[in-house]
């Protein structure tokens, strides 16, 4: 059963990944990113993925994308694959995926630079495929799955 308790999920996923990162750490030493138990956000950045790729929450959860690499990244929504009824998202706060992608291409806009943060709620249930501009190509790919 559900807690109802405000960001009570949250709390948990996020209590969750920390003891996750902080297991994964050992694994970790010598790489250039690094997880750490303190961090409060749901999905991470290294180089060229977004970690973890696929991530499960409620309808009214607030997801945190964290840059936890050294490169500039971005989080855009592919409009197209949007659930019926879901509202674009994307970092610079563009309203689509092509304004999007044209800010980044003629100012970087919409990049966020290590140690910052984006975050999103979601309202509406469905499955909602995100990617990183610069890294695309890449495969820099990642997806939320609002139940």
């Not at 990162?21 to 999905?43: I, K, M, N, R, W």
């Not at 290294?46 to 936890?68: H, L, S």
């Not at 140690?115 to 495969?139: D, K, L, M, R, V």
């Amino acid at each position: 059963m559900r807690d109802e308790r405000p960001g009570f999920g949250q709390q948990t996923r996020r209590r969750f990944l920390a003891t996750a990162g902080a297991a994964a750490t050992a694994g970790l030493a010598g790489c250039a990113t690094v997880l750490s138990p303190d961090d409060e956000y749901d999905v991470g950045m290294t180089a060229v993925a977004f970690t973890p790729p696929t991530i499960t929450v409620e309808v009214g959860d607030e997801v945190v994308w964290q840059n936890t690499s050294s490169r500039g990244h971005t989080i855009t929504a592919y409009e197209n694959t949007l659930p019926d009824g879901a509202e674009f998202f994307a970092t610079g706060g563009y309203e689509d995926e092509q304004t999007a992608r044209d800010a980044y291409s003629n100012e970087i806009g919409g990049l966020i630079n290590s140690g910052e943060s984006y975050s999103y709620t979601f309202e509406t249930p469905g499955e909602y495929q995100y990617f990183c501009i610069p890294h695309e190509q890449a495969g820099m790919v990642g997806t939320v799955v609002v139940e």
